[in-house]
């Protein structure tokens, strides 16, 4: 199985900054992309940013575009997001998500346990 640690999260004071980590490990064949969600309070759960392990192609939530940016290290299996300028709206439990497949093993989605994030106002 793929094991996810995130880390990072916390509380902050809005116009603040944090940054997530998220490192994958287990018998990984390959990745093909790794990102971000989030569930605020009574929300559903909604894509921040994903990253391509093959060209690096990034996508972000209109939301956090130009405040957050992703980014990888693939000798690490690690993903990274920094955010800055958070808002009170980017409260939310932050998982990490990897799509990868294992060794013998066909495509998954794995969920790490998530972070929380407070912005406080």
């Known amino acids: 199985q793929v094991q996810l640690v995130e880390s990072g999260g916390g509380l902050v004071q809005a116009g603040g900054s944090l940054r997530l980590s998220c490192a994958a490990s287990?018998?990984?064949?390959?990745?093909?992309?790794m990102g971000w969600y989030r569930q605020g309070p009574g929300k559903e759960r909604e894509l921040v940013a994903t990253?391509?392990?093959?060209?690096?192609?990034?996508n972000y939530a209109d939301s956090v575009k130009g405040r957050f940016t992703i980014s990888r290290d693939n000798a690490k299996n690690t993903v990274l997001l920094q955010m800055s300028s958070l808002k009170p709206e980017d409260t939310a439990v932050y998982y990490c998500n990897v799509a990868a497949t294992l060794w013998g093993s066909i495509p998954y989605n794995y969920w790490g346990q998530g972070t929380q994030v407070t912005v406080s106002s």
């Open positions: 287990g018998p990984i064949f390959s990745i093909n992309a």
């Open positions: 990253i391509s392990s093959s060209d690096g192609s990034t």
